[in-house]
């Protein structure tokens, strides 16, 4: 039986309640006004629409810092299309290691598996932890998620990826990009989408290629069909003009106007620093809190593998863990988001329908510290107050 427990309600909320893990809330500042640039109206393929979306590209390639020799390009579907893309153009040359350490990753590992029947070892980590990256096989095609948005779980360097490596390495970095640091020399393709840290909208993902991996473009044809909306191949090698702004299919212009929005307001405060830096800012109010918060810890228990972006925490609570199955556990935790939500202290902060019951909050670099802070006394009054609603049934 739970004990019931008291807990007094916060006054202050948070001035932005939208802590979703994507889409992500903008950056402070954002009014449609910022979209008035748009080339709304005219074909991608006119002069000023391709010129915006190439503006996109080379904007995303300064802020990141990537390398001039890398090729960037848009890919309808999101992340995932982007990680379809390679997966679907890239491998399958050589045997293949997927790591998995949370749902997406698990997504690709069926895919490569079940769908192209690439000759690939799985190796599945639980929830909260990393696979040791010193035992993997770097020679074959090695596909991992930087950071893991359902488990908060990130990859905490490129030490591990050897240098002079054979293999190429697919790293989705979906929740990572604009927030953490990508060394370039130790992956070969790199996803994301607008709708991550940088608070753009959805259905547009981006497709970094290294020129190890444009080489694979020449030297590799898939046995299997390629569907029209991934063929970045032309002729023997690279379909160039993807890189440059001609999509392979019809883009929003005014996404493509918010993704610029975003891009000149991550200038404006400093780059890549200043992103990270306030990220990882947003992580530290929550370290600061779950070190004085009996109830509450994190799915990644190692601090160096941690993830700045997509925070999930878990209840560890003995009334908690006396809960019969993982349908009563969510029953509790969506009785906490659900009275944070009526109360407008935290939209969308459910942990990921596949991951252990828990909480996540988004904490990318449109997220304002000060939010996450007045969000916290929210957090230890909705699970009070759940305790006793639950104690009281009995």
């Known amino acids: 039986m739970m004990t019931a427990i008291a807990g007094g309600k916060p006054v202050a909320r948070p001035n932005d309640a939208r802590f979703s893990p994507g889409p992500t809330k903008k950056f402070d500042g954002w009014t449609l006004d910022s979209l008035a640039g748009a080339e709304l109206g005219r074909s991608h393929r006119s002069k000023p629409g391709k010129a915006k979306l190439k503006e996109a590209i080379d904007r995303s390639k300064s802020v990141l810092g990537m390398p001039d020799d890398w090729r960037l390009g848009i890919i309808a579907g999101s992340d995932t299309g982007a990680v379809e893309c390679a997966l679907w153009n890239l491998f399958g040359a050589r045997p293949a290691e997927i790591l998995v350490w949370e749902a997406f990753g698990n997504d690709w590992a069926i895919d490569a598996v079940n769908e192209l029947g690439i000759d690939a070892k799985v190796?599945?980590?639980?929830?909260?932890?990393?696979?040791?990256?010193?035992?993997?096989?770097?020679?074959?095609?090695?596909?991992?998620?930087?950071?893991?948005?359902?488990?908060?779980?990130?990859?905490?360097?490129?030490?591990?990826?050897?240098?002079?490596?054979?293999?190429?390495?697919?790293?989705?970095?979906?929740?990572?990009?604009?927030?953490?640091?990508?060394?370039?020399?130790?992956?070969?393709?790199?996803?994301w989408s607008w709708q991550k840290v940088l608070g753009g909208e959805a259905a547009h993902g981006m497709l970094a290629l290294s020129p190890r991996a444009v080489a694979r473009m020449a030297e590799y044809k898939p046995a299997w069909p390629i569907p029209k909306i991934y063929r970045i191949r032309k002729g023997d090698g690279v379909n160039e003009g993807v890189f440059e702004g001609a999509t392979l299919n019809t883009p929003s212009l005014l996404a493509t106007e918010d993704c610029l929005a975003a891009l000149k307001w991550a200038e404006s405060i400093g780059g890549m620093p200043a992103l990270k830096g306030r990220s990882l800012a947003n992580l530290a109010v929550v370290e600061e809190w779950?070190?004085?918060?009996?109830?509450?810890?994190?799915?990644?228990?190692?601090?160096?593998?941690?993830?700045?972006?997509?925070?999930?925490?878990?209840?560890?609570?003995p009334d908690f863990d006396a809960l019969p199955d993982d349908k009563a556990k969510w029953a509790f935790v969506k009785s906490m988001t659900g009275m944070l939500a009526e109360e407008g202290a935290a939209y969308d902060i459910d942990g990921y329908r596949d991951a252990p019951p828990s909480i996540r909050i988004w904490g990318g670099a449109t997220v304002e510290a000060s939010d996450i802070t007045a969000l916290l006394p929210w957090l230890d009054w909705a699970f009070a107050s759940t305790k006793e609603q639950m104690a009281r049934v009995g």
């Open 123 to 191: 190796t599945k980590m639980p929830f909260g932890e990393l696979p040791d990256l010193g035992a993997a096989d770097w020679n074959k095609d090695v596909c991992l998620t930087w950071n893991g948005t359902t488990s908060g779980v990130r990859m905490p360097s490129g030490d591990a990826i050897p240098a002079d490596r054979e293999g190429l390495v697919l790293a989705d970095a979906t929740s990572a990009a604009f927030a953490m640091d990508i060394p370039w020399d130790k992956v070969d393709i790199v996803t």
């Open 290 to 317: 779950i070190a004085k918060t009996p109830w509450a810890e994190f799915m990644c228990a190692d601090p160096a593998n941690r993830s700045s972006t997509a925070i999930c925490i878990k209840i560890a609570d």
